[in-house]
C-alpha cells in the first residue's frame, strides 16, 4: 500500500468514528432525556429540568460536522482537484448523488438534533420551551438521528470510494496510453 492508500483509510477511518461517536451521543442523549413524568406543573406553569441529553446532543451534533466537513473536503479533493480538467462525464453521478444525499440527510439530521438539544435545556415556570408551554423530546427522536447521521456518513463515504475509484482509473488509463 502506498502512502496515498495510507493517507485515505486514515481519513475514512477518522470520518466513520466521528460518525460513530454522534452515534452513540445520541444513544446516551435518549436514555439521558427528559421524560414526562419530569414535568412539574403548577396550575397552568410547567417546569422541566435540564438533562444531560443537551450535551450529548451538541456533542453529536459536533462530530457529525466535523465528519461531514472532513467527508465532503475528501470528495472535493478526490473528485474535483485529481482530475484536473477533465471533462465531466455520466460516471460522476453516482458519487455526486451521493453526495447530495449526504447533504440532505446531514441537514434533516442537524435540525432534528438541534431541535431536540434545544428541548432538553431547562425549561422554567412560566417561560417553557415555546410560548410558556413545555415540550419533551418524543421517544426514538435521538436515536433516529443517530441513525440518519450514520446514513450521512456511510453516503459520504460511498461518495468519497465512488470519487476515489473514478480518479484511479483515470490515472491508470493514463498510464496505460502512455505506455503504449
Known sequence: MGKRQWGLLFVFSLIVSLGLVSFVSCIFAETKRVKTH????????????????????????????LAALIGNLLFCVMCCCSRGKAKANNKQIIPVTLLLFSWICFGITVILIGIATSMSRVQRYGEGWVDGECYTVRDGVYVGTGALGMVTVLALIGAAV???????ADGDLKVHARSA
Open 38 to 65: 419530569d414535568l412539574r406543573l403548577d396550575g397552568k406553569l410547567c417546569f422541566l429540568p435540564e438533562s444531560h441529553a443537551a450535551l450529548f446532543g451538541v456533542t453529536a451534533l459536533i462530530c457529525l460536522s
Open 162 to 168: 465512488r470519487a476515489t475509484q473514478k480518479s484511479q
